[in-house]
């Protein structure tokens, strides 16, 4: 078996609403982690936390983050921007959703029902106040920008914008727990303004110095509301007249110290604890000098904080999920189990190690399991990033792998425990993402970044720039890549190109095939067939080398296919990974398509890879809930019915 990544990203408008599979169809293989964007700790039991997740879902822990369970009720690919919980009430929890709108459960988090959104809108932040008042704010200039306030429970909302600047949009909020009808906003370029009639009318607040800035956080003093904390873009700064002037309260000591978010100890507010990138800071004289408390966290942002009145402080991290410390800092514990919300970009199975897997994610590395995802190991020594856009096995030898990242191109040959950068020679434009290998000679490697190719010839040792077809369009995108014994295949936003000279030249081909972007592109040894996946058009069959193309829909219609899969134990078979209609099978060389496995644990599905250890089975990695094992033999899915699908949304 030939291995090689096809990296694919998502894009398409189509719905999925098929019933649930039964538990053992599909089962979570890992990595146990996510990128957390927001924390609420439940005020009558400090056991329960909420936590949003970026592409995820909200999760939900009653054991103090021992085990999570993601919440039904919230479309599971949602960016979760802010989640707050009534004070007056612990089991009515709000979550704010980027462009879904805002949800509200009654319940605990058992139940959750949309009331509020607006076509065209994206939100960001929420405050509720101590009467159970909600705030939710609109970070966009659309039809309805501002602050949007409930007063039942969001039955019914007033929208105000009254006294912000033109096309200002919102970053965060917060409500004074003393004075309800006094909240806080913060801008993106326009500083802080405040409202002092709920939310009704606003003003600018404070002076000059802030005037033009990105306010990333808002926390008020519960104590003594006077004193409000502001993350400014860079900095971190305090008034202590209700807003009227700041003060800086950063240091030079780490850069950059804008603050992401703010926990204070509500029975000494002297001590605030806040969020910074790769790092945790504490103050307990009210910034005049502040200590580190997270150390050695250099590739991770902490994005929210959530403080237990008994002083355990959890953090939500873009890498790493959520991490709890019980002694002020000194030891954290990544609290994970249940927690599947990794945004897997690559996914490869290793042929010669059933069992084994290899993942890369934009903030996690490289992560392996080698006993079939019990158990996960992040691989990055002599990594210097993060972002692995595209992994690879050597067909040859199988301990050389290759990781296709922001900054080019890494090789290992021990597996993965170590790295090295090996494109010294060449300028990488953007982000590697893909990579194959000539099927007669695996020492000849192409590699793809944003616009341009790159070649080798001894193995991936060292690389040299190739030609690219149409090298105005860029490659930037979910296109397909793939060698042949007939050529090079690649797709742009121009179409399908075909090399037969190891990229040195280019020729346009696929003139059948209705112009949609195509997204995946693999080749079968053993009837010589290539298949594309396509955007919107479903997918297509060349039998000659590119030169025809015939299409496969039925059963499958025009899906967004955003990735194809060769059965390594099944001649004639392949399965469809799509966005918003699930798993597909075809056990006839993509003459005819079944849908599979049901409604899938997320509907964005971005790769696939054979599971060598147990035939039948597949690994799918989702754009937000990790890896999953699907069961490829169950019972065929119920018929998708069509429903509205929010807008996508990417990560810059």
Known sequence: ?????????????????????????????????????????????????????????????????????????????????????????????????RMDGAYRSADGGATWKRVLSVEDQEWKAIAVDPKGVAYVAADTVGPKPGVHRSADGGATWKHSEAGFPRNFRLYSLAVDPKAPATLYAGTRGDGIFKSSDSGATWTYTGDDKLGKEYIHALAVDPVGNETVWAGVRGEIYRSDDFGKSWAKKSTDQWRPFQGDAFAIDPSNPKIVYVAVPNRVIKTTDLGRSWTEIAKGFNWINFAALAL??????????????????????????????????????????????PGTLYVGTVQGNVSKTADGGKTWKRLSEGMTTTDVRGIAIDPSSPKVLFAGTDEGIFRSTDGGEEWEQVHKDIVVQGSVGSFVSDPADPRKIWARDADTIYASQDGGK???????????????????????????????????FRSADGGKTWSKIGASIPHSQIQTIVYDPTTKAIYV??????????????????????????????????????????YAGTWKKGVFKSRDGAASWTPIGGEPPHPDLLSLAPDYANPGRIFVGTAGRSVWSLDTKAAPSPPAAPKKAAPKTTKP
């Open 462 to 496: 060292s690389w040299k720039e190739s030609e690219v077809p149409d090298r105005g369009s860029s490659l930037i995108g979910p296109f397909g890549f793939a060698a042949t014994p007939e050529g090079l295949f690649l797709s742009t936003y121009a179409g399908l």
């Open 533 to 574: 996946g396509t955007a919107g058009e479903g997918v297509f069959k060349s039998a000659d080398g590119g030169t025809t193309w015939s299409a496969g829909h039925q059963g499958l219609g025009r899906a967004n296919v955003q990735v194809l899969l060769l059965d390594p134990s099944e001649k004639g078979t392949l």
């Open 1 to 97: 078996m030939r291995a090689w990544l096809r990296l694919v990203l998502a894009a398409g408008l189509i719905s999925l609403a098929s019933a649930a599979p039964a538990a053992d169809v599909w089962v979570p293989i890992g990595p146990r982690t996510g990128d957390v964007q927001s924390l609420a700790i439940d005020p009558a039991e400090p056991s329960t936390l909420y936590a949003g997740t970026f592409g995820g879902g909200l999760y939900r822990t009653s054991d103090g983050g021992a085990t999570w369970t993601l919440c039904t009720g919230i479309p599971r690919d949602s960016v979760l921007e802010a989640v707050a919980i009534d004070p007056s009430r612990p089991k009515t929890v709000w979550a704010v959703t």
């Open 308 to 353: 237990d009145p008994s002083g355990a402080l959890y953090a939500g991290t873009n890498r790493d999920g959520v991490l709890k410390t019980t002694d002020g800092g000194r030891n954290w514990t990544p609290m994970t189990e249940g927690f599947l919300a990794a945004d897997i970009k690559a996914l490869v199975a290793d042929p010669s190690a």
